[in-house]
């Protein structure tokens, strides 16, 4: 069946604080629908949001600001912002947030914001995503899913695509292990992103079109779901790459 | 506007040698379609298939098969379509292929062929999706791009994705740099990997239908170029995690 990718077009920029459900209830849901949205507009909704000329840098920052040439008060932010640091070489800075997500400035992010504002991610994305998910289902009586997107870098590809942070209603991951192929033999290890594939997919609406920060995938089966966004992160032990 | 991921049916597994594109004709294509196939047929196809019993595995092979408790006869093949190993540990073994892509087992896949055989990636898969674009387009006088796709682990997260492989006719990656937020601020370094994405949002029709080993994203607006999946290549001296 064709899936379809749907885009929500905001009249304006949400408001600091603003409920977001209110400016998505014009949109028409169905039920088996997945609501995407950017971890922009929900960290907005929730006033994560840092005025830098309150902070005040560490020691740490002021030398990594002078050595990287960076702005002492940004990375304040973003090493309060993490549990790690991953990697921090060639003025990149790649930390695990306090979420556990491996990525480039623990995603605090200067763009679509006022100048000399960051946002932080949301402190509990999954959290995010239910309240979304029972907001809308409350409000319109409609069974959704709901994914928080962000867009991250990769080690090996050039080049960003966007994942989940947050997920509420779906699982992230498809599992088709035990499953037979066309020729009936059972399928080596083949657990499916399918979060992390939809917010690909979602993005590649977001990204063409001015004021949309949510999009629908409608038409994609799937099995509600109690998962989290957790599980799509890899243990440190499993890791080769840490 | 609402993008579409149509999956194509096709009745039958490809016969090795085969011409994939006369399968694909009852295909209604539109000036403008991405079509996106998986690397398995573009492999059968192409006769990149391999039958494990005629393969003499080297000492290396040997050596590794016994310490992984894996077969040597598919660990031989495995090295001979890597130009270098990357990780070697638990089991898994992470490599760069002949055409610089980074991933387990060189591509080299026992599913969906018959016992006793393993497909190989394309010798070239940017040509492989030139030709199948060519062809498309001299038989159907329609003017598409076309990806080629395989599944892909990732550090730092659990599960898989689809990636691109071979790419024509479309840029693999979509250059925001210099452009402006709704704020009017430049934005930071923002690369999307479009061909990536695209490749993952086909994975979501294909993973759920049987036969569906291509799909026609419809309705994202891009400017042909001659672009190559070499473009989505991390050079290794700009990646910290090799």
């Known amino acids: 069946m064709t899936i379809e990718i749907i885009p929500i077009h905001l009249k304006r920029e949400i408001e600091i604080g603003e409920k977001l459900v209110d400016l998505l209830l014009k949109t028409k849901f169905q039920d088996g629908d997945i609501l995407v949205v950017t971890q922009k507009i929900i960290s907005k909704q929730e006033g994560r949001i840092v005025d830098l000329s309150t902070v005040i840098p560490s020691i740490l920052a002021q030398g990594i600001g002078s050595e990287y040439k960076k702005d002492p008060q940004l990375l304040e932010v973003i090493l309060s912002e993490s549990k790690r640091i991953v990697r921090m070489e060639n003025g990149i800075i790649i930390v695990e947030t306090k979420n556990g997500f491996i ?140």
């Open 103 to 242: 990525c480039a400035n623990a995603g605090v992010d200067e763009s679509n914001v006022p100048n000399g504002f960051v946002t932080l991610l949301p402190l509990d994305p999954d959290k995010s995503a239910q309240n979304l998910r029972e907001e809308i289902l409350k409000k319109s009586g409609k069974s959704i899913a709901v994914l928080i997107s962000d867009t991250f870098g990769r080690p090996f590809r050039l080049g960003q695509t966007d994942c989940a942070i947050g997920v509420s209603g779906i699982d992230s991951i498809l599992n088709y292990v035990g499953k037979k192929d066309t020729f009936g033999k059972l399928l080596r290890v083949t657990e499916m992103a399918i979060a992390d594939e939809i917010c690909s997919a979602s993005e590649l609406v977001m990204g063409k079109t001015t004021g949309c920060p949510a999009t629908i995938i409608r038409n994609y089966k799937f099995t509600p779901s109690n998962d989290s966004a957790k599980s799509l992160i890899r243990p440190k032990d499993e890791d080769l790459f840490r």
